[in-house]
Each structure stands twice: as structure tokens, then as C-alpha cells.
């Protein structure tokens, strides 16, 4: 039986010399975070769910494409793309080609969850399998299992080459972790040479490729068949308006059609209600569903209380995460909040904007140490959860789900040295 200080002390022990991200720290926990066994089911059918989204958002873009969806959903995905990574992500070869791991950002709330955004080049995948491993040693039921996200990454990539870009190398660290416990190979982007057939886990942005002198020919051996790229490059698959394109009421008997019934109606129940902003004129005589205004500009003149909405850039910019764009409109001033909004607006063209319903996480508490003290304390906080789904064999697998527990007075959930970090386990 471990005491609370031994759980630390032998978590502490297990870190690597190197750390898992460059930089950055969190408080430790004695606890993973536990999720009751309903929650853990209703985790492990999202992904399934998540993997049809994915699916029916490639499908849409293709026959929007081709001219059998409407052309202004490709227009809208492609906006602010360079025009040769356009054409490369249309290749018919790469048609079928999607992302093999997804991982939502959830927010627990009151009612249950609800999906903030999906990420399919994700951090944390290296640092969960730590967790996992050290957590399960100590007893823990970790979601998962003890090498679940081990197991799962090299199913997906077995003997890969793992690119990290200078951009993302807060996260290098945690990729050779992983790397050395499943013989992968990680490289620096910038400089990597494909000597052979091979197969490439991309782990940098696309808004990035410029800054990386490797990738002309990386896309010229994908487009050759000796090398094979995931994520696949398909900037579109990547932007968050995909939200507001599946709330859109034209678009509603597609959705139904391609996830099916059940499954359209349960994502409707976790899926934000999301616009995208587009500065268009709309007729006099129409609103914007759900806001009940003719104009955008309307939008700035909202008061406190009807600005409970989440505005941030769709995609392809070095803004697009980490929460560097997200606004919460009931935090500005309404002066600022006009001029958010009209930044916004004015990006359309090259960054498309997206606005959200914010949904408020509800307060759970969790134990930490506190270094400053050396005492084990109980924080008041609110829960990102991340589940990593790998899809093998066309399936999507939960095999591990990060906890991020912030002080409860945070309303933007996301990794912070005051924030607690850790596994998730099935109680009861």
C-alpha cells in the first residue's frame, strides 16, 4: 500500500531527466482523476462517433469539390491555403486518407460534456502514456491500461520517422519518450531526408510548412508512393468551422445521412452550436439563427450577459492553438469586445473566425501537492478531458485520457504550471 507522499515521491522518480514538455510544469497529483463507469462508456462510443465526423467531413469537402455539395464548403475550408497545398490535399490518391489519432478537448459540465474542439495532430500523447504507465504502477485502474497509449501510437505507426517541427518543440521531449519504448525514430523536420519507402508521423503544423525546407520533397515521395504522411496533409480536415458546418441547417440531411440518425443526434447533444463568421450581407428580412441579429456588427453590441460566446480563429495560423486566439466574450470590455469582433471580420478572407456557445465547466475537486508548502492540498477546479482515440483497422480505440484540472476561477481550460495533470481512472 502506497502513502500519498510515496505516490508522489515514485511519480516524481519517474520523470524522465529530459522532462516530457520543454519547459513547462504542472502540479502532481497522488490521484488520477476518476470518471464513473456510465462516463467511460458513453468516452469509448464518442470515438467511434468522432471517426464518422472525420469521415463525413473529408467525404463533404471532396463533393463540394467535384460540384456535387455547394462550392462555397470548399471555399470557406480552403480560405488563406497556399494554392499547391491545395492541390496536393486533392489528390485522388490521398482521397480516403485521415487523421489516425483524434483527441477532443472536453469540457465536463453540469449536464455531461461538451466538445470545446478536436485535434488530430495532438500533444500530450507521449506524456498520457507516462502517466499511464506511472499511475498504473501504483495501482491505479488508468483508463486505458499501463501501456494502452503506447501500444495504440505504434499500431498506428509502427517504425516510423517522427517529425517535429522548431515550432512544436515544446513537445519533442515527450515524442523521443515514446519513441524509445516503441522504436521509432524522431527527427527535426526542418532538416529530415527520406532515404526509402517509409512512413512519417507528421507532428507539425500545416500553417508552418514554409518554415520547413524538407517538405517539398516529402510531398513529392507522397505523391510518388514511397512515402507515407500522417496526419495526411489536408489543411481543410484541420479547421475548427467544421463545427459550424455541421450546425448549419442546409447541410442538416447530409450530416444525417453520413453519421447516421442516432449517432447525428447524440454529436448535436456534445457539439457547441458554432457560426462561422462570414461579413456577407444577408437579406433585410433575415437573422442569424440563434443570435436574432441581421449584421455581425451587431454581435459587438452585446451586453455582458448575451456575450457568453467563445470567438477564436478557425485554422491555419500559429494563433490556431494553444488557446492563443480564444476570446471569451463576457471577460472584454465592450469596447475591446467590438474591436475583437471587427478583427474577426476583417480576417475573413485569409482566417476565417468561428463563434461558440461557451459552456461552463462544473467544479470538481481534486488533491494536489503544493510544492510551495510540501502539503497535500484539495483544489476547487474545472476539467479538460482528452481521450486519444487511435484508429486501427478503420476502428477508433480509447486508449488513455488526460485530465487538466485548473483552479476553478479559470474559465479557459488548458495546461498551466497551476493546473494538475494527470491520468484518468474508472471508479465504481
Known sequence: MFSDFDKVSTIRQAMPAEGLFADKEWLVSPDAFPIDAR??????????????FNRA???????????KQPAWIADYLDRGKPPELVEFSRKKEFRADLPLVIRPDLV?????FTIAELDTVPGGIGLTAWLNQTYASLGEDIVGGAAG????F????????ILVSKEAGTYRPEMEWMARHTGQH??????????????????????????IPSVPALMAAAAAGTVQITPPLKPYIEEKMWFGLFWMQPLREFWRRELGERHFLELQKHIPYTWILDPAPIPHHAVIP??????WEELGQFSQKQRDLILK??????LGWGSRSVVLGSDQPQGDWQATVAHALAEFQHHPYILQRFHKGRVVEHRFLNPSTAAFETMRGRVRLCPYYFIIDGKAQMRGALATICPADKKLLHGMKDAVLVPTSVKG
Open 186 to 211: 524522431v527527427h527535426a523536420a526542418e532538416s529530415y531526408t527520406a532515404t526509402g519507402s517509409q512512413l512519417i508521423y507528421r507532428f507539425f503544423e500545416q500553417f508552418d510548412l514554409a518554415n
Open 154 to 161: 505504434n499500431a498506428i505507426a509502427p517504425n516510423a520517422d
Open 290 to 295: 440563434g443570435l436574432d441579429i441581421n449584421r
Open 149 to 152: 497509449m503506447i501500444e495504440g
Open 57 to 67: 467531413c473529408n467525404e463533404l469537402y471532396i463533393r463540394s469539390v467535384a460540384g
Open 108 to 112: 465536463l459540465t453540469e449536464e455531461g
Open 313 to 318: 480563429i478557425s485554422g491555419f495560423s500559429e
Open 39 to 52: 462516463l467511460c462508456d458513453q468516452l469509448e462510443k464518442l470515438g467511434h462517433r468522432l471517426n464518422l
